[in-house]
């Protein structure tokens, strides 16, 4: 995929090509509550996979199997990750309206400031005077109880009042912000990534970056029945980097690392991905998502000014506040990206489906990087800690979805998948490496040699 050659393809069989490129473009499926939203931001975070097959040397094909299978020279055990799989890093995937970046860290200085102000106020007063508003307290319990119930019942109506139905899938979701807040700092953040990729970032010319173009283009070309998806003029912006990294922003700029394209194994890989993050800019979970923090931020400044009052010393009251900011983490925030990022994988299968990809590779994906992670050695955390699925889950997560996906490839009459199942052949290759893995161990030995084994995948 490198090289600065104007002229690529797509090998294979030549009738499945041209099926895919004419017949797709053609498929426009009428979908429901098409009223989308266009202008959000998700950031495919830094992953960085390398295999034994770089981007090094010119060529002027585009070398895919219309299968999604491995190439028979690809070898896992060469993969070399630098850090897990993260997406949406968490000061590009929500951003917000100037206003609400300034005042969100003044909102929660003026709640600790509130708060111990109330606990030095009542330590300094006297005994009788304590016991006399304990009293009146008791009196009043019940116009307390009524004053309490009124702010919740405010905080429920605005929830209610600002709940819209998502596009395509048609999930209830509070959204807060419109995209017209998004514009302005969708332009400044991209001056942000132009001025620090400048000089990285590949011409026109480059094969690499008509690859990228040929797919967003193909993507959005076959998706344009949604209206915003072809309302929006999507630019192509492809840098010279090897971490995994691929983004859209508002403003439909579309971001792609090389790294990205060195990760995935055939076009079908890389269509499913671009079409993940073209999900997220529809649903504008970006949006969603900011909603969210900013609804549950607002709602927490009431237990943070309690945990300062109530709190005997400051440090008990870090300590409070630590755990408070954990809870609101790991019962709400990450498990509800954990959400939007199941529901991109859905929206961008179909997208694909509906661009002819062979959807079946977008699992074998999920399970290299769980292979790859594996062969490193690297430590698995349990989900729950992560803002996203893990990769054995989002694998299985697309498993059920491709029967699905597979029966919108056939009402946008796409060519028929010949050949095996990528997913087969991604399996028989794992059997065959742990033969070879076997195979390679000596009865001394008592730990098994995983640096330079021999491996020769079976192909079709």
Not at 235 to 249: Q, R, S, T
């Amino acid at each position: 995929l490198s090289g600065n050659t104007r002229n690529w393809f797509l090998t294979g069989s030549p009738d499945f090509y041209r099926n895919f490129i004419g017949k797709g473009l053609r498929c426009l499926l009428n979908v429901p509550n098409t009223e989308v939203y266009k202008n959000a931001h998700h950031s495919l975070g830094r992953f960085y996979f390398q295999s034994s097959w770089p981007l090094g040397e010119k060529i002027t094909s585009l070398q895919i199997s219309p299968v999604g299978q491995l190439p028979c020279h690809f070898s896992a055990w060469n993969i070399q990750i630098i850090r897990s799989f993260r997406t949406s890093p968490p000061f590009q995937a929500a951003p917000v309206p100037l206003f609400w970046i300034i005042v969100k860290p003044a909102q929660k200085l003026f709640a600790i400031i509130l708060g111990r102000s109330i606990r030095n106020w009542w330590k300094a007063l006297p005994p009788n005077k304590r016991e006399l508003l304990k009293e009146s307290a008791r009196k009043n319990k019940w116009k307390i109880l009524l004053g309490v119930s009124s702010l919740g019942v405010l905080f429920v109506v605005f929830y209610f009042t600002h709940l819209e139905e998502t596009p395509i899938t048609g999930r209830a979701r509070l959204l807060v912000f419109g995209k017209e807040h998004f514009r302005e700092l969708s332009q400044m953040e991209y001056d942000m990534w132009m001025e620090e990729f400048k000089s990285k970032m590949l011409p026109e010319t480059d094969a690499r970056y008509q690859v990228v173009e040929r797919v967003v283009g193909h993507l959005s070309e076959s998706n344009k029945d949604i209206p915003q998806v072809s309302a929006l003029k999507w630019a192509i912006h492809v840098v010279d980097e090897p971490g995994v990294n691929a983004f859209v922003l508002p403003n439909g700029q579309v971001f792609v690392f090389t790294g990205l394209l060195n990760a995935v194994s055939d076009i079908h890989q890389l269509s499913f991905i671009l079409g993940h993050e073209i999900a997220h800019a529809v649903l504008e979970h970006a949006a969603e998502k900011a909603s969210l923090v900013h609804f549950l931020d607002f709602l927490s400044l009431i237990f943070l000014t309690m945990i300062w009052a109530i709190c005997p010393r400051d440090s008990l009251a870090v300590v409070g506040q630590w755990i408070q900011s954990k809870l609101q983490e790991f019962m709400f925030d990450r498990p509800y990206s954990r959400t939007l990022e199941a529901e991109a994988d859905k929206v961008g299968l179909q997208f694909a489906a509906k661009a002819c990809v062979d959807v079946r590779a977008s699992s074998v994906f999920w399970q290299q990087m769980e292979l790859a992670e594996t062969i490193q050695g690297q430590p698995k955390l349990p989900e729950w800690l992560s803002t996203h699925p893990s990769h054995e889950n989002r694998a299985e997560h697309l498993d059920r979805l491709i029967p699905e996906a597979l029966k919108i490839r056939e009402r946008c009459n796409c060519p028929s998948l010949s050949g095996p199942d990528p997913r087969l052949i991604f399996k028989l290759s794992m059997q065959h490496l742990l033969e070879s893995s076997k195979d390679q161990e000596t009865p001394n030995s008592t730990k098994r040699d995983l640096s330079k084994p021999k491996l020769d995948f079976p192909h079709t």
